[in-house]
């Protein structure tokens, strides 16, 4: 069973959150601020946060700009995950993602069908790594913001979660890129 062993310190980690959205600002976007609140509430540090338009080509060039970034471990977005002609956020994640953490879609998607039903299979939430930096695509809706937060990234971001979190394998996430010693 999953729990958090006290016994260990937290470690904070420093998020960028970047709404996707044609018509959102920073006075209307619920959603950006549902999961600002949340992360700082969990002690994690906002490291940036932005809104980008529906727009693959720049939501690319952030994405990759953050990822170069060594004070960025992960980047969270709220946004542009449907299946209409604007929704491109995938398609952006897909440009830049070395890894793909399948499980992080699939299990959104299970958490979100106890909740709405079928209508999450029009959910494309995504998750990987790139440069040692964790990015994860949730739906634009403020309450995807809270399952995506609440029922997954809020203990998987957190060291002490047991048996295991996405903390604890930060120091390893580049290591495909150190030489191998012969």
Not at 6 to 19: G, K, Q
Not at 50 to 77: F, N
Not at 133 to 140: E, V
Request: net charge negative; proline share 4%; hydrophobic share 40%.
């Amino acid at each position: 069973m999953a729990r958090i062993d006290e016994t260990r310190p937290f470690i904070p980690v420093n998020i960028a959150v970047l709404t996707v959205s044609d018509t959102r600002t920073l006075t209307n976007d619920t959603s950006g601020d549902t999961l600002v609140e949340r992360v700082l509430k969990a002690g994690h540090r906002v490291a940036v946060r932005t809104i980008e338009k529906d727009d693959a080509e720049k939501i690319e060039v952030l994405l990759r700009r953050w990822i170069a970034d060594p004070e960025i471990d992960v980047v969270i977005t709220t946004g542009g995950t449907g299946i209409t002609g604007r929704d491109v956020t995938p398609e952006a994640f897909d440009r830049v993602m070395e890894k793909r953490i399948e499980g992080f879609g699939e299990l959104f998607r299970m958490l979100s069908y106890q909740k709405i039903g079928t209508s999450t299979m029009q959910s494309r939430a995504i998750g990987g790594v790139a440069g040692g930096t964790y990015l994860f695509a949730l739906p634009g809706s403020t309450g995807a913001v809270k399952d995506g937060w609440d029922d997954i990234l809020v203990s998987q971001l957190d060291n002490r979660h047991r048996p295991c979190n996405l903390v604890e394998l930060m120091p390893r996430l580049l290591e495909h890129l150190k030489p191998v010693d012969a």
